[in-house]
């Protein structure tokens, strides 16, 4: 993992040295076993984190069958956004597929950070921005691009993920079928 500093700056911009201590002081180590859960659906999620180390699976339940929206890898943030922000139940289950490391800030310490800290509102927003553009990237790979061309894009930037993750859930994340994911992958393997 990168350290805290580098990550915070890559994910919320500049800051200052002080900044970043004020920042570090809200967040907490935590660790999950394999399996464990960050949250469920239908819970309301408290916490937000850095993942330090290990892997984490964002799904739901859709008539009968797991659809996973996301794995979460080492220097990404998770939280089930309808939980934490809204206080709503969760949509989303978030659990662990390793053992996981985490930097953690709970509810009630971002409230008290957003108070204390006035400019957590203007480094949040750029955060926000960021994540709408991954969110319209992703939306626009699906739109745009056949199931061979996601699968070879999602490859190329998650090599390591392949041999770490089930491939149903890496095919759900692309969605597509896990049938329609192996006959990609079995032709890929065989022109390489």
């Given amino acids: 993992m990168q350290d805290f500093n580098s990550l915070i700056q890559a994910h919320f911009g500049k800051l200052s040295d002080q900044e970043l201590k004020t920042i570090r002081s809200y967040f907490k180590e935590e660790q999950l076993s394999k399996n464990d859960y960050f949250t469920k659906a239908g819970d309301v999620c408290k916490r937000l984190s850095l993942v330090k180390s290990g892997l984490l699976r964002v799904y739901a339940i859709s008539e009968g069958r797991e659809v996973t929206q996301w794995i979460s890898t080492e220097n990404y943030l998770v939280t ?72 070879d894009l999602y490859f190329n930037q998650n090599k390591e993920l392949f041999n770490l993750v089930p491939l149903q859930y890496i095919a759900s994340v692309l969605g597509m079928t896990p049938e329609t994911f192996s006959r990609i992958r079995k032709r890929r393997l065989e022109n390489s």
Wanted: charged content about 30%.
């Fill in 80 to 151: 089930e956004i309808m939980g934490f922000f809204f206080e709503q139940p969760n949509r989303w289950s978030i659990q662990a597929l390793t053992d996981v490391e985490l930097l953690t800030i709970n509810k009630s310490h971002y409230l008290r950070l957003c108070k204390e800290f006035p400019k957590w509102n203007e480094i949040e927003k750029q955060f926000i921005i960021k994540c709408f553009k991954t969110l319209e990237d992703r939306v626009f790979t699906h739109l745009s691009m056949t199931t061979e061309q996601r699968y």
